[in-house]
Nanobody, 128 residues
Framework: QVQLVESGGGLVQAGGSLRLSCAAS????????MGWFRQSPGKEREFVAT????????HYADSVKGRFTASRDNTKNTAYLQMDSLKPEDTAVYYC?????????????????????WGRGTQVTVSS
């Protein structure tokens, strides 16, 4: 049974930092790139960041580029999202997800429908 469990969310002041973790089990972690998405009330889920299966490539939404860093530790089956310079508009439930890499050409995705497994999310609240 595949499980993705996010942790590290919480309440932080604007300008502060948080590090989210996503612990994976029940899958071959290196078969998957890992993505981060977020959803705030009344809005659709949106792509935030992704990291390739070996951590060698990353991609970010424009809204978080330069402030967020996605990474992973394959020895711990864990993905991370370091969030710095947080803004109130970053407030959302953050989800990690696993994208199965089936090709050496397409190794990451920004499309939520292409992800196979999802965590339950962790709340991030940034106060002004």
């Amino acid at each position: 049974q595949v499980q993705l469990v996010e942790s590290g969310g919480g309440l932080v002041q604007a300008g502060g930092s948080l590090r989210l973790s996503c612990a994976a089990s029940g899958l071959t972690f290196t078969d998957y790139s890992m993505g981060w998405f977020r959803q705030s009330p009344g809005k659709e889920r949106e792509f935030v960041a992704t990291v390739s299966w070996n951590g060698g490539s990353t991609h970010y939404a424009d809204s978080v580029k330069g402030r967020f860093t996605a990474s992973r530790d394959n020895t711990k089956n864990t993905a991370y999202l370091q969030m710095d310079s947080l803004k109130p508009e970053d407030t959302a439930v953050y989800y990690c997800a696993a994208y199965e890499v089936r090709s050496s050409i397409v190794i990451m995705s920004t499309n939520s429908y292409e992800y196979t497994y999802w965590g339950r999310g962790t709340q991030v609240t940034v106060s002004s």
